[in-house]
């Protein structure tokens, strides 16, 4: 992991704030007013600006019922401290920038959508006790540092294929997300409603308070690597291989105790930095979120470290990218089936001019059936193209289809031949295959089918929680780290 300390004192300076006006005088700008200065800068296409997404076609946007009342929590937003500081935000960037040259691995795992009802801090750390588990299975076994990113403190807006889903027979305005509206199947829940923008800022808030006491206060501390084992998971096979390899753990530490070396004043075994991340979908709220940090005048998105575009917003010329390009952080695109090595190259273009390590993830989502076809093309185009970026596989979102109860599901060996055939693709072409994505849950849910335990499409009403995407649950994800391991230790 890339060392802390070099912009300690930029850790310690607050962002200024970087709203001077208001949500609604952007709306109908004053050509005399600043705002009006800059809104009339958003028509040179090279300028960039919190607001310049605004000029652009932005997609998957919910229309809000009441525009001054989202004006009234934007403008609130704009005031509230940031959630995440630049000096985190630039050490992931570091960080990201080992994994685009082979010498880390990033595993970004989370909630498909997260819940303002299952909120709460017994969810919070199961989900980290699993990528903790995943972060050590993957260490351990392929030697390398381990990126720890979660779809977490800030994944709540779902982008959705059409307006309007079938629910019980009835037709209902889809459910985007809790920062959105309610999933319950009712016309008054699916109203957007703006002041789930300020609920889902303040569930990141102390969803990020709780990540941070976690990652730096002893619960993550190598030496209870035995301890983050989960009650259901220690009763299985993957229970036991965790175990086993948390023994060989403990064995290396005393080792190294033994032979002198002073255990208790070595910082990297006792916290770990977890990042956050989410798809930076309503661009309302993270415009009203972006920060410019004081000593270096660059903008930061503040409402997590890494944001990405997702499948059907990742239009080169669209809002999304648009906003994504101007903010300093670390950022990702999803890269679906459909995706052509010269739209590829367009978004490298947009979002990293620079040729920046680091500075952009590319995600392919493209489906068991498709990787070893699909994926060639795309990583030669961007390997001629000179884009250092990391490569990332999701293999979630291209294995989505409906079981006979019209639940959505994924099969487990969909998700690991996935992931089989992107390590393939990348060994062929001599790039490094730098991470995973995926949707996992520390709960024992029945919502993917297969792995050890065998969930079957029948035993899929048992435990499927879900608001939105079917997720791993502990047992299947740790299973998955195992097989990842050996690929990772193959591939180095
Ligand atoms: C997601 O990550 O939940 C998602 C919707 O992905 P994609 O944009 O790849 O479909
Ligand atoms: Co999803």
């Not at 001077?20 to 300028?47: C, I, M």
């Not at 500081?85 to 994994?99: C, F, G, V």
């Not at 307006?163 to 319950?184: A, D, K, Y």
Request: hydrophobic residues 40%; glycine residues 8%; proline residues 5%.
């Amino acid at each position: 992991m890339a060392p802390a300390g070099n912009r300690l004192g930029q850790a310690l300076t607050a962002y200024a704030v970087s709203m001077p006006a208001s949500h609604a005088e952007k709306r109908s700008p004053d050509p005399g007013s600043t705002v009006g200065a800059s809104v009339s800068a958003l028509h040179d296409t090279h300028a960039w600006h919190p607001g310049s997404w605004r000029s652009h076609d932005a997609s998957q946007q919910p229309e809000w019922p009441d525009t001054s009342a989202l004006d009234e929590v934007l403008d609130h937003l704009s005031s509230l401290p940031a959630l995440v500081h630049a000096a985190e935000t630039d050490r992931l960037s570091r960080a990201l920038a080992a994994a685009s040259a082979g010498r880390a691995f990033l595993l970004q795992a989370g909630d498909c959508s997260e819940s303002f009802s299952e909120f709460s801090a017994r969810s919070i750390e199961t989900r980290l006790r699993v990528i903790l588990q995943m972060a050590v299975v993957l260490t351990y076994g392929a030697g390398l540092p381990v990126i720890k990113v979660g779809r977490i403190a800030g994944q709540f807006a779902k982008p959705r294929s059409a307006p309007t889903e079938i629910v019980g027979g009835h037709e209902l305005p889809s459910f985007r997300g809790h920062m959105v509206n309610s999933e319950q199947p009712d016309e008054r829940s699916r109203i957007p409603d703006a002041t789930r923008l300020l609920a889902a800022y303040h569930q990141s808030a102390a969803t990020l308070n709780l990540l941070r006491a976690f990652a730096g206060g002893g619960f993550a501390d190598l030496r209870q690597v035995h301890a983050w084992n989960l009650e259901f998971v220690q009763r299985s096979t993957e229970g036991d291989s965790y175990d086993r390899l948390a023994s060989e753990i403990d064995r290396a530490l005393r080792f190294m105790a033994a032979c002198g070396i002073e255990l208790a004043t070595e910082e990297t075994l006792h916290h770990v930095e977890i990042w956050t991340s989410h798809e930076a979908l309503l661009l309302d709220y993270e415009e009203a979120l972006v920060r410019r940090d004081s000593l270096t005048r660059a903008w930061y998105g503040s409402s997590g470290h890494l944001l990405w575009v997702g499948e059907r917003t990742r239009q080169a010329d669209g809002a999304h990218v648009e906003f994504l390009r101007g903010i300093a952080n670390p950022v990702a695109a999803k890269i679906g089936p459909s995706s052509t090595p010269d739209e590829v190259i367009a978004l490298c273009d947009r979002l990293d001019p620079d040729y920046r390590p680091g500075r952009l993830t590319l995600i392919t989502r493209l489906g068991v059936k498709n990787v070893e076809r699909a994926l060639p093309p795309i990583v030669q185009a961007v390997s001629d193209s000179g884009h250092p970026v990391v490569w990332a596989c999701d293999p979630m979102h291209g294995n989505t289809f409906a079981a006979a109860d019209g639940r959505k599901t994924r099969r487990f060996d969909d998700i690991i031949d996935e992931i089989r055939g992107f390590f393939t693709v990348h060994r062929d072409l001599g790039t490094f295959p730098g991470g995973i994505h995926i949707e996992l849950t520390g709960d024992d849910v029945t919502e993917c089918l297969g792995g050890a335990a065998n969930v079957g499409e029948e035993h899929l009403r048992l435990r499927y929680t879900t608001t939105c995407d079917p997720r791993l649950n502990a047992r299947q994800a740790i299973d998955l780290a195992f097989q990842v391991a050996d690929l990772l230790a193959g591939a180095k």
